[in-house]
């Protein structure tokens, strides 16, 4: 090999190099025990990160020299990291099994579907979503980043049809409006961190009188300029989860929860509360960025209790925000609630909650 062949494969090979290991560093920003937005934000682009990851290894092997042990050595690093991606998205491909099965019989009177959207605050076209509203059939809706234009807006086009309905409009981004064709008993908006994050927590009563507890949250992101780390949604999301497991009916938790699916977070949410995920075996069904088909992944979530079953699940149409909707109909069968029940937290999982929400006090603030 002549010297200016020689010197531009060692160039490639460098470039190579430092791609490859900008990807090892990124992964291992998960392992960093810290809630500091910019370590947390890399939970997000995971499945990004993994492409990025196969990438980098298969283009290594353009310039491999199998005579050279750190060849090896790097190489081995890219393949564990790639491993390493790919098992915390397995379980959201349809290669895995069903967190929670499908439903094995459907009985109207014994279904429950919900339809939870984060309008986006700024999006002037509600038209968009209302004609979805008027061929959607759910029992409960639920939108998140609505102000009072957005209440307006959705609760004239479907007053004759929601009946029941919690509503808490605000101009910081965080308004809620939840709206029900079933009774709603003892329903709350309550503060559980912040006094103008708010979260809904109601009972819902279905036809046949079953009752089921739903709690509607959305904690806000780790963002650099206003709230630099993520205990605040941290917090949220174990209150919540301590909530849901020591109700006394199945329960559903339905928003925004600005983490996605697969971060430690939201694993352990689901370890403190028993609540299973209807993406697992099924598929990202990611909601945000709706803007960008490049960057996007799961950050509003449908959990529900053992004794539910799925119907179908499906993303919703575009409407013209930054996140698409999500629909789910579940059929409620407890007696079947023991097949795909949750292992209990262990002593070290509720430890880890209790020290993020170290601080909060439990008491939480009704406004109604």
């Given at each position: 090999?002549n ?59 353009i ?82 980043e ?85 205990t ?35 694993t ?33 979530h ?30 409620l069968?407890?007696?079947k ?11 070290a ?20």
């Amino acid at each position: 090999m002549n010297p200016i062949s020689f010197l531009k494969r060692v160039k490639t090979k460098t470039y190579l190099q430092i791609f490859g290991g900008i990807v090892v560093v990124l992964t291992l920003f998960r392992f960093i025990a810290s809630d500091y937005w910019w370590v947390r934000i890399f939970d997000f682009p995971h499945v990004q990160l993994t492409v990025l990851t196969v990438v980098a290894f298969l283009a290594y092997f353009i310039k491999f020299d199998f005579k050279w042990r750190n060849d090896y050595i790097f190489a081995g690093a890219l393949l564990a990291c790639m491993l390493y991606q790919f098992l915390k998205i397995y379980n959201y491909t349809p290669l895995a099994s069903f967190e929670i099965e499908n439903a094995t019989e459907i009985v109207e009177d014994k279904s429950l579907s919900f339809y939870t959207a984060n309008v986006f605050q700024k999006n002037k076209e509600h038209e968009q979503l209302l004609n979805i509203l008027d061929t959607i059939n759910a029992d409960v809706l639920l939108f998140t980043e609505t102000h009072k234009e957005w209440q307006q807006s959705i609760s004239n086009r479907i007053l004759d049809r929601y009946p029941y309905r919690i509503e808490k409009p605000l101009p910081n981004t965080y308004g809620m409006l939840l709206y029900s064709k079933l009774e709603l008993v003892n329903p709350k908006i309550k503060f559980q961190v912040d006094d103008s994050i708010p979260s809904i927590h109601t009972k819902v009563i279905m036809p046949l009188g079953d009752t089921i507890q739903l709690y509607a949250i959305h904690p806000t992101p780790p963002m650099p300029l206003h709230n630099p780390k993520s205990t605040e949604r941290d917090k949220e999301m174990m209150l919540t989860a301590k909530l849901a497991n020591k109700s006394n009916f199945p329960v559903a938790v339905i928003g925004d929860f600005n983490d996605v699916a697969w971060s430690q977070t939201t694993t352990l949410f689901q370890r403190i509360s028993g609540l299973l995920d209807p993406r697992k075996g099924r598929g990202l069904y990611n909601t945000f960025n709706a803007k960008n088909p490049l960057m996007r992944w799961p950050l509003d979530h449908i959990f529900v209790g053992p004794e539910f079953r799925v119907v179908t699940m499906e993303r919703g149409e575009d409407i013209n925000s930054d996140h698409f909707p999500m629909y789910i109909k579940l059929s409620l069968e407890p007696e079947k609630a023991t097949e795909q029940k949750l292992k209990p937290p262990t002593k070290a999982e509720i430890e880890n909650c209790e020290e993020q929400i170290k601080g909060s006090s439990m008491s939480l603030k009704d406004v109604y």
